[in-house]
């Protein structure tokens, strides 16, 4: 014999399926947050792998400035040991040839 399906077995139904569709609507929720999150993660990563990759052109940069200002001020500073040396033998020159004796 069929038991009849009393007014408390339906409410009970009507709750178990509500409850079964929220359910749902939250696991959807949390797999759009899940790829959300994801994405940002994503995006966030990318903005540190450029920086960085920004931060070591900079100091290849620099390095490369470094060495370029070192090399010309050696070039700077022999160029004026030569340029005194031909001050010198010019001086010198020009006493022999006046025939100046000090």
Request: net charge neutral; hydrophobic share 40%; aromatic share 6%.
């Amino acid at each position: 014999m069929d038991d009849p399906v009393t007014q408390r077995d339906l409410a009970n139904a009507v709750q178990g399926a509500t409850l079964s569709v929220q359910l749902a609507e939250v696991i959807k929720d949390i797999a759009d947050l899940r790829r959300e999150t994801q994405a940002w993660q994503d995006k966030h990563e990318a903005q540190h792998v450029e920086s960085e990759t920004r931060r070591k052109e900079e100091a290849r940069d620099r390095k490369s400035g470094r060495r370029w200002m070192i090399g010309t001020v050696i070039s700077m500073f022999f160029l004026l040991v030569a340029i005194f040396g031909l001050v010198l033998q010019l001086y010198a020159r020009t006493r022999l040839c006046t025939g100046i004796t000090s």
